[in-house]
C-alpha cells in the first residue's frame, strides 16, 4: 500500500492499525451523581470486546453516549477515526449495528418488516421485493428458520427475539456491532448457542463487536479482551488471565468467585 493510499484510508476512518473506538476524557454526569469521570478506551478492530461492571457503574449509559443517544458533559469519542457528532451521524449510524436488552423489536411488525428497517432508513431507492429477500437473508444468517419472518415479536421465544434482533442488526453489514446483555434471560443452552453464532458471524464478517455482559460463560467463551468498569472509569482492561489478576475487591469477587470457577472449567472442558 502507497503512502497516498494510506493517507485516503486514515481520512476515510479505514486505517487498519487505529481503534474503531477511542475515548479520552469521558464525563457522564446526572445532576450531582457521577457516572463517568475521565474515562479512557479503545476498541480494537476485529475483536470481541466484554465490558463488565457493578450495577450503576453506567454500562449501558457508556454504550448510548457512543452510539450518539447521550451527551456527554467532557471527552471525546471517535468511531473510525471520525469524531461523533451531528455531521458524521449518518454516516457512522451505516457502520454500526445496535442490538438493545431483548432485541427491542417494533410489537406490530413482523420480524422480516422489522429486519426491513435499516433498508428503509439507509437505502430508501431499495425495492420492496430486494429488500425482503436481504431481509430473509439476515434472518437466516442469525440462525431463525425461514417462517420466523412472518411472526410477530409477541410469538418468539426470548431466543428467537435476540436472534431476530440480530438479524436487524446486522442488516445493513455493518462494521461494529453494539450488544447490551444479548444473552439475559435465555437458558444456558440457548445463550451458549448465542454465543457460538456470535462468534461464528464475528469471524465470518470481520466484525467489530462491544459487548455488555454479566454472564461469565460468555466472557469465557468469546471474549478476546474484558474491560472493567468501576471508579467512573475503565478500571481494567485485556485478555482475561490479566483482568483476573487485578487487586481491585470488585474483580476478584467477581471473577474468583464460584460461578466464575464454573466458567472456567466449562471452557477448560469445551477446549479438551
Known sequence: MNEQTQDANREDGNDASAPVIRIRGLANRFGSLVVHENLDLDVHRGEILGLVGGSGTGKSVLMRTILGLRQAQAGTIELFGQATGAGHRQQLERRTG?????????????????????????????????????????????????????????????????????????????ELLFLDEPTAGLDPIGAAAFDELLQTLSRALGLTVFLITHDLDTLYAICDRVGVLAESRVLTIGPLPEVEQHEHEWVQQYFHGPRARAAQAGQQRSQD
Not at 413482523?110 to 431499495?126: A, C, D, I, L, S
Not at 427475539?161 to 438479524?167: D, N
Request: net charge positive.
Open 98 to 174: 445496535v442490538l438493545f436488552q431483548d432485541g427491542a423489536l417494533f410489537s406490530s411488525l413482523t420480524v422480516r418488516e422489522n429486519v426491513e428497517v435499516p433498508f428503509k432508513t439507509h437505502m430508501p431507492g431499495m425495492g420492496g421485493k430486494l429488500r425482503g429477500q436481504l431481509a430473509d437473508l439476515k434472518i437466516s444468517m442469525a440462525g431463525l428458520p425461514s417462517h420466523a419472518g412472518d411472526k410477530l415479536p409477541s410469538e418468539l421465544s426470548g431466543g428467537m427475539r435476540k436472534r431476530a434482533g440480530l438479524a436487524r442488526a446486522l442488516a445493513i453489514d455493518p
